[in-house]
């Protein structure tokens, strides 16, 4: 994502002030997002297995590091609170969602039998409602940001909560909150977002060219013309213990570009969007790491650094263990780096807001 170094601590209002060291950041940017485009469009199930296993966790661990380090951008008395509550949401959201694919493996498949086996059983009402964890962490994250009284607090939290459990069933709902907004909501949209902030302030001639180039990277894939292409086993395997399949035949799926309602990985629709998720989660990540001179992400404690690449190569252990283990740990760690950041997100929109609508001040 593209980032300023504290949108919070900064004046909305104040001039422009573009670096050299800003502007190269931007021209080597544009030059990733066309690379990263073509490797998509050659490699789209193995560019994005590559960078969401390899990449990815380096992202995850790094970015939390800095909103540590940036107090999250809240109130020094909410930090811990939110934080803790965070944690919770997720480990409770990651159970739910990631449960269901327990029936894949042999060790805990009786365990997804029991649960699922006997008509009505609560607990798995429960995973059924969890994808609204998402939601509730998104609404709490604008809690705190917009409000510090605890008495405007918690009754929007526990209204988000109540609503959640009328309308969890409903689908659309569901694949918006619980399957959109952590995954394509996250590394496509906001990205474009921090990245128009960046622009705003720098008022780069590459930053908007930018912006332009995201836009048209998504028009390239949609008019790419497909030939024929063949997938190994070992990719194809490893695309359906990812989980991000059900992204892809979500999107064909509106579009009406299934046929019988039958998934196929091995054609041209699901080439493109497949392509799509492999531009935006790996320029997502290499945006991130383009910009360690201006975020500054790697100034932390060294026996955090130390700690957070011991958890990397750890992450990448368990792929050698149990692919779907190790997809499950990453996971975890992905959806945990993206509610983090949810206040940031909040801050990101507000100062946009200010930048393009100023304040006027009366005569």
């Known amino acids: 994502m593209s980032l300023t170094p504290k949108p919070a601590a900064r004046n909305p209002g104040a001039s422009a002030d573009q670096s050299p060291a800003s502007s190269t950041i931007d021209i080597i940017n544009f030059f990733l997002i066309w690379f990263t485009l073509v490797l998509a469009l050659i490699w789209p199930f193995q560019l994005f ?10 992202h995850y661990l790094t970015e939390i590091n800095w909103l540590d380090k940036q107090k ?13 509550s965070m944690v919770a949401l997720v480990l409770l959201l990651t159970a739910g969602t990631l449960f269901p694919q327990t029936g894949t493996m042999a060790w805990t498949k009786p365990l997804y039998e029991a649960v699922y086996g006997s008509p009505g059983n609560p607990i798995a009402q429960v995973v059924e409602w969890s994808w609204s964890l998402m939601l509730i962490a998104f609404v709490t994250a604008a809690a705190w940001m917009f409000t510090d009284r605890w008495a405007l607090r918690a009754p929007i939290i526990i209204f988000c909560v109540v609503c959640s459990l009328f309308f969890y069933q409903v689908p659309t709902a569901g694949i918006l909150f619980g ?3 952590p995954t394509i909501g996250h ?9 128009w902030y960046g622009t705003l302030k720098s008022r780069s001639g590459w930053g908007y060219l930018n912006l332009v180039s995201m836009v ?27 989980a991000f399949h059900q992204i892809n035949y979500v999107i064909n799926n509106w579009f009406g570009l299934m046929r019988d309602n039958q998934a ?11 392509s799509f ?45 149990d692919y779907r283990l190790g997809f499950a740990a990453v996971s975890v760690l992905s959806v945990l780096h993206v509610v983090l950041e949810f206040p940031l997100n909040f801050v990101s929109m507000r100062a946009i807001v200010g930048l393009v609508m100023p304040k006027r001040k009366l005569a």
């Open 49 to 58: 297995l590559f960078s969401y296993i390899v990449i990815g966790p380096l």
């Open 72 to 84: 999250y951008f809240l109130r020094p008395k909410d930090r811990s609170v939110f934080v803790w």
């Open 179 to 181: 399957l959109l907004l």
């Open 187 to 195: 590394v496509f949209l906001f990205t474009i977002l921090f990245m």
């Open 216 to 242: 048209l990277a998504v028009l390239v894939i949609a008019f790419y013309p497909v030939r024929s292409f063949q997938l190994s086993d070992s990719v194809i395997e490893l695309t359906l213990a990812s």
């Open 264 to 274: 196929d990985l091995a054609s041209p629709a699901f080439f493109k969007v497949q």
């Open 277 to 321: 998720l492999a531009f935006a989660y790996t320029y997502h990540y290499l945006n991130w790491f383009s910009k360690t001179s201006i975020i500054k992400w790697h100034q932390v404690e060294k026996k955090r650094f130390v700690f957070s690449a011991g958890l990397w190569v750890v992450s990448l252990a368990l792929y050698k263990v």
